[in-house]
């Protein structure tokens, strides 16, 4: 590699590459095998060898184009077919057992295999990878950084320019946009403006365009899942065995996590007694894939919903009732495949209300006769559950922090370890406080993530951000109420339990008094008003090596009808009509929280439906802009869209408020629009023959699919 050309560029203050790495060339959140700037060897198409810091970013493009670089090329793994056959995983294949699946099917009345492929999905949030460095004294860096993970920049920071972690400071306003895409892969970016502006004296801002960034940074994890089953003539299963080969890419990035949790929800809302599942983490030499919500759950999901379908196709039933007779129980059947119990399964309430509520009964029969006389245009319906787990697998990322300072005013300055991105994160965690010292949330201020005032926080993913953050600010929040309540009972000379508080004031025995004045008179009286709240996730452990344990603090459930309608000519295909009940608990902010419901369903529609990688033979991403690759437009939601939170919805578990996590279990309601589809296609074969239908299901996949029934391909 020889970069003097680039080094002489006008404009051009300074150029790194790997040996200029004060530290540890390496931003990797667990494994160390994510090289800032690859040395020797390149294992995919985009990543980084030398960053360019020049006076403009004109002048740095330009600079970076004159690089000289000789290749010698090597064979390449691109797809997951390549790597099995090769043997080549970034860490070993795991397999839960429980039971004796084997002899299970073998003795079962009915058997099924299969095979089914699941494409990845591009982030497309909408600010992309951005990093912005200012040197500080001493030696240090402020970093402003896009990212889910501060804590872990930081690290990866220091460790990079081989400094302290106390002489980086990560800071996050808000993000355009993560959905997991932030949690691990800013770090580079971030090593990279820091290096620049630490060595210059000059702050240094990184900012991807588009392409960059879709060809540079991972995507959700694309599955080959092959299936082995045995059931009764009900369709209730007697045992399954699963393999599930993930793409993981060039390193190991997060995938050790992201395909257990593909384990842990291959049972989505149905029990398993005697049950099988492999787990393949294929190295591929392309880009290392990474966090995308649901981090692996929807995989293992979408797989046992194939199944339900196939199995009703066999035994000539609805899918639905295949599916209820699969459910987990109240007090027996309740036992998940890693030992946990399931305690609070409202699955089949949800579903039975959903049921009535959509006339699914009425509209499947209705669609069935729409069928049978439009030989070209088909319907399809299908309702499917979510049963999905709340906490990080990875048990000690379960706390949080926060800080809280009142002012002598009456104001409230508020900091927790959580980012915000959109999701709402920001607002909930203020009302808790809010709540909690019942003062208008007008009052709050809610600060910037950083690092230099909670340290050490988990990233926000794992839908847990209100879990966790909300109950460490409620911490903190009480700490200076009970400081003020102790207070005011010797202040005025009362018992405690004559100190109430109200809506901006506190009563106080007879006595009434606004809560900035009782705060200014503790201040007076030296009482503290800063505390710090922490939170840790109580009741969860697990044995990472057996799979055994309770992973999950509770479960989030939800169901959704979808309605499809393809042109068996074309392919082409639409989602026409959703109905949805979603539980959160007790709602934080149903506003809020019907957002995240419609949000995810719609990315999990095109995850299933429009969103295609295509990597080459080289390894090349041919989709990395919006010309070619598809995520849902307006257009593309259905026009009929229903949705609910559960009405009666209370988690079981002293969670904030009582309320669940919303970002993530939603996405997976989406696979009753790809079943939908899969209905709609198996129609077109009379319901004869049960189609093979992959994801994305696009309109090529669609025709591929109805000729494959047609014999007209093999």
């Not at 036992?335 to 509520?357: S, W």
């Not at 966790?468 to 018992?495: C, P, S, T, W």
Request: net charge negative; hydrophobic share 40%.
């Amino acid at each position: 590699m020889d970069l003097q050309a680039v080094k002489s560029s006008p404009g051009v203050v300074a150029v790194y590459d790997a040996n200029d790495v004060p530290g540890i060339n390496d931003a990797s959140p667990v494994a160390g095998d994510d090289p800032v700037f690859a040395e020797d060897i390149v294992e995919y198409a985009g990543q980084a060898l030398f960053v360019v810091a020049a006076n403009s970013i004109q002048e740095a493009r330009a600079a970076a184009k004159r690089a000289e670089i000789e290749y010698e090329e090597l064979e390449a793994l691109v797809t997951i077919d390549q790597a099995l056959a090769a043997g080549s995983f970034v860490m070993p294949s795991k397999t839960l057992l429980r039971g004796n699946p084997e002899q299970a099917i073998n003795s079962a009345p009915n058997r099924l295999n299969g095979r089914f492929e699941i494409g990845g999905q591009d982030h497309f949030y909408l600010e992309g990878q951005i990093a912005l460095a200012y040197p500080r004294e001493d030696g240090d860096v402020h970093v402003f950084s896009s990212t889910q993970h501060p804590t872990e920049v930081q690290h990866n920071v220091a460790k990079f320019l081989d400094i302290p972690d106390h002489s980086v400071t990560v800071e996050v306003r808000r993000m355009g946009g993560g959905f997991g895409g932030k949690e691990t892969q800013g770090a580079w970016f971030a090593a990279m403006a820091a290096l620049a502006a630490k060595d210059t004296g000059r702050p240094a801002k990184l900012r991807l365009d588009r392409d960059d960034d879709m060809i540079m940074t991972g995507k959700r994890h694309d599955f080959v899942i092959e299936y082995n089953v045995g059931y009764d003539n009900d369709g209730r299963l007697d045992g399954i065995d699963f393999t599930f080969a993930s793409r993981c890419g060039r390193s190991a990035d997060l995938s050790a996590a992201i395909n257990d949790r593909t384990i842990f929800h291959a049972d989505n809302c149905y029990y398993l007694k005697d049950v099988r599942i492999t787990s393949h983490r294929c190295k591929t030499h392309t880009v290392s894939n990474t966090a995308f919500r649901g981090f692996g759950g929807p995989q293992g999901m979408i797989a046992i919903e194939r199944v339900m379908d196939e199995i009703a196709h066999k035994l000539g039933k609805d899918p639905l009732d295949v599916r209820k007779v699969n459910l987990y129980g109240k007090t027996d059947r309740n036992v998940t495949p890693y030992h946990m119990t399931v305690e609070d399964n409202v699955a089949p309430e949800i579903i039975r209300e959903l049921e009535e509520k959509s006339d699914y009964a009425k509209r499947r029969d209705a669609i069935r006769k729409f069928n049978e006389t439009s030989p070209f245009l088909k319907k399809g319906i299908a309702l499917t559950p979510v049963k999905f787990g709340i906490s990080f697998t990875t048990t000690f990322l379960n706390q949080a922090g926060a800080l809280l300072h009142v002012y002598t005013d009456g104001s409230v300055m508020l900091n927790h370890g959580g980012t915000e991105m959109g999701q709402g994160l920001f607002i909930k965690v203020a009302q808790v406080v809010a709540q909690e010292l019942q003062i208008d949330i007008e009052r709050i201020k809610i600060t910037s993530t950083r690092t230099d005032k909670v340290p050490n926080t988990s990233a926000t993913a794992a839908s847990s951000g209100s879990d966790m953050n909300g109950k460490a600010a409620q911490a903190a929040a009480r700490k200076i109420k009970e400081r003020l309540i102790k207070f005011a009972a010797d202040h005025y000379n009362v018992d405690r339990a004559d100190i109430i508080f109200k809506p901006n004031r506190i009563d106080i025995g007879e006595k009434t008094v606004g809560f900035a004045e009782l705060v200014q008179q503790a201040y007076f009286n030296r009482v503290s008003l800063s505390a710090t709240g922490y939170y840790r996730t109580p009741k969860i452990h697990y044995d990472a090596e057996n799979y055994s344990g309770r992973p999950f603090y509770y479960f989030a459930y939800g169901a959704a009808v979808s309605e499809a309608i393809i042109d068996t000519l074309t392919g082409e295909n639409k989602i026409t009509r959703v109905d949805i009940i979603h539980d959160v608990g007790k709602s934080l902010n149903p506003s809020i929280d019907l957002g995240q419901v419609e949000g995810g369903f719609i990315q999990g529609m095109g995850w299933l439906t429009t969103e295609e990688l295509y990597f080459d033979e080289k390894g090349l991403l041919r989709t990395h802009a919006p010309s070619t690759y598809k995520i849902p437009a307006c257009s593309d939601r259905p026009e009929i869209f229903n949705m609910e939170l559960y009405e009666s919805g209370e988690n079981v578990e002293d969670s904030i408020h009582k309320s669940k996590a919303v970002g993530e279990p939603p996405f997976m309601l989406a696979i009753s629009a790809f079943n939908a589809l899969t209905d709609a296609v198996y129609s077109a074969s009379d319901y004869k023959s049960f189609p093979n239908l992959d994801a994305p299901a696009t309109p090529e996949c669609i025709l591929k699919a109805i000729h494959e029934l047609d014999g007209k391909v093999t």
